[in-house]
């Protein structure tokens, strides 16, 4: 009786033992970690335990060379789980910061009640007027208020990669969006001249579809458009070809009707302001957002699937790599049994010997981690890639290993490497000093 | 086979490690199951042979543009079209966004080109007759636990009612199921009478449909009329473009994202740490046995036997952690299969994948066999005996 509840406290103590510290590893900052092998390094230096643990160690590490294969199980598992992890978070985060980055809290959008998407609303010319005399938007230095009737429409073009047609966004502006949009830089040709048939191409989508160079042209219902330069803005509007709202309203029979209007706020704070005024107007049925929290919505979606597929992924090659570690430290430990009960017999307690195999595999898996996410951020960093965005068109955006990214990597590798050292740890502080020498 | 309880027992030899590298086999076979269930779930989207003899019609700018009514009539004149139908695209949504499913508004034959969709003909007759009537998948219906005789309200994104109001409301008058497990991510659609959004929608109406479906009198013609019908409206303000349904819905998947790429690469990272590991483990196991080896062929076992023994060892190792492996992955795609419906992506395990799964156990087990399996072949017996 007495040995089964000793048991079972065992194994409770051992639970407690894993998920606490993974646990407080994962949700501490880099400054607390770093920190606390700092307090470890002390510890090592100047108490006597710490430095039976450092010379405990040293043995240790010097004979990984000797079990080079096996110890390699450890540092390869190890960097696939945190490279997969890093490249499909890295892909997630990228096409978050793309969408994020189109969206400021100065200028709205104003889309037709109920409309989720700008592909999806219709707001016919009077509601555009209406909407763009409201007193919060900013005038130029002009007098005219800098708001840009913007018709949402896709063209559905072959791709460069497979050939296959793909959807392009082209989105037809009014003249103030040059100045609504300072980010945007025409890197080559010119602007599009308003009421011909000429769009300029953002950079994203140049290198997507095929025949988006400055100079050729592509047909739309019958009519001849031609390309007179390229843009860039670094955000998801690089994605799209601009054209004069009017011409693209009439090559796709949308009469004076646009899907929104965007306008710059003369402050942040006008915003609430504006709403209450748009929204009450008995004139009109419009919902107002600021941009920023549009492309925030535009983007959760397709962000939480990816980080839901990396995690998902993740934690199954996690298990995985754990059961990879465990065999390959029980090994160790088995192979170093005389040795361990050696030095127990003359004297060394259990603590050494634990942390000493807890420090070798955590060693063997940070080296995992910075390799996995050093090839992570070595092939998948500003790697491009595109997907459907709610518009129904393409989004061309880069992979972006962070550095938050690269620490969490190796936050996962520290966590597999303390769970799949553990045991191992304590089996070899618990082998009865007898049994120990008497093993092989 | 006689030799299985000698393999059975040389791999329990250990237990401990044993039972760590199949619960790492597992884990990676699980994985194994789980994307490449995904991965088909998007193939299928583009693959099924049902759609083969059926074309759509779209505008050739972008699916989005609608096109003119009074084409019906010439489209339904070209050789070799059997059948045509025609389709709206609504987008309204039930109760909030993320209840996310398609509907359209559909003319009263386009279940006639859907034979794989299952509905009682009195449904059908139903669905004719009832001007505010619409019809769903089995799926659908468990979803949101519709039943025949309710009322379902969508919220118009893109078509507001004559009246102003985005509220359109339907009489659920049938549900179709389809019998083909891999095909049931169709019964996540709801359809309602094109005559009813034409007459109520505000505009989009004004008797414009999406997209012309069109059913082939004979499979292997299906360039030619695809070609005849969009002659009809060469160089007009509506010039068209048709394909068949597959060569659109592949042209679609391909734009979430390269779905094979992202799969292969996760599953080559997952694969090669996978035989490092096994390796790792079967050249240990080897190691250790090297005196028994050698009393093996002391008695007279030959090298080939030997080689034999260890790859076989390997070999079962692999196919008993990988067939459990996949079988949970069946166990975890059905579950949440049955939650979730087809908001993700995930086909069911079925045969090709199973026998994917069990060609990779054979290959990884052969792979990491090998070596350990020729150290035991060229053991020389003295040596071995005498421990050098």
Redesign the interface.
Known sequence: MGSIMGRLGFGLAMMVAVVVPVILLTESPWWLVLAFVLLLALWMAFTRTGQQSWSVTQVGIATIPQRL??S??VV??IA?VV??LV??LSMAAGFETTLRATGTDDTVIVM??????E??S?VDHDTAVVVSQAAQVLHNPAGQPIASPELV????LP?IS?G????VEIRGVGEHAWELRPNIKVIEGRKFQPGLRELIAGKRAAGQFRNLNVGSSLR???QSWTIVGAFESDDSHDSELWGDTDVVGST??RGSSTSSVSMRLTGADAFEAIKAALTTDPRI?VDVTTTRTYYNQQSEGITRAIRVLGI??GV??A???I??A???M??AVATRAREIATLRAIGFRGLPVIVSVLIETMLLALLGGVLGAGIAWAIFDDYT????GSN?S?VVFAFKVSPVLLWGGLKWALAIGFVGGLFPAVRAARIPVTVGLREM | MKYLHLVWAALFRRK??TL??L??????F??FG??DSVRMAFANAGGSIVGADRLVTM???????SLPKSLLPRIQAVPGVAEVSYANWF?G?YQE?KNFFANEAVADNFLDLYPEWLMPEEQRKAFKATRTGAIVGQSLADRFHWKLGDKIPL????F?KKD?S?TWIFDLVGIYHVRDAKLKSQENLLFFNWDYFNEAAQ?GGNSTVGWYAEKLADRGQADAVAQAVDRLSA?????T?TQSEQSFT??LV?????IGLIVG??MA??F???V??TG??M??AVRERVPELAVLKTIGFSNQSVLGLVLAESVLLLLLGGSIGVAVSGVVVNVVRARLGDQLPLAPLDSSIWLSGLALMVVIGLVVGALPALRGMRLRIVDALSGR
């Open positions: 294969g096996s390699s199980v390869v598992g696939g490279g997969v490249a499909l037709r009640a109920g409309a989720q998407t592909l999806n219709v429409v896709i063209a559905s791709k497979d296959l047609d793909g959807n739309l219902n019958g796709y029979r049925k998902t992924v199954i090659m298990v995985g790599a059961f990879g465990l065999n390959t029980y090994a890639a595109s997907t459907l129904f393409q | 401990t490690r760590f590298t619960l790492s086999i597992l884990a990676a699980l994985l789980l994307l505008s050739k700018v972008s699916f989005t543009l987008g949504i966004p919220q118009a994104t893109i507001a102003g985005n505009f160089d007009s303000e509506h010039e473009k592949t042209a391909s734009q979430f994202a390269n690469a996760i990272a997952v090669f740490t996978l490092l590991l790792n483990t050249a240990q």
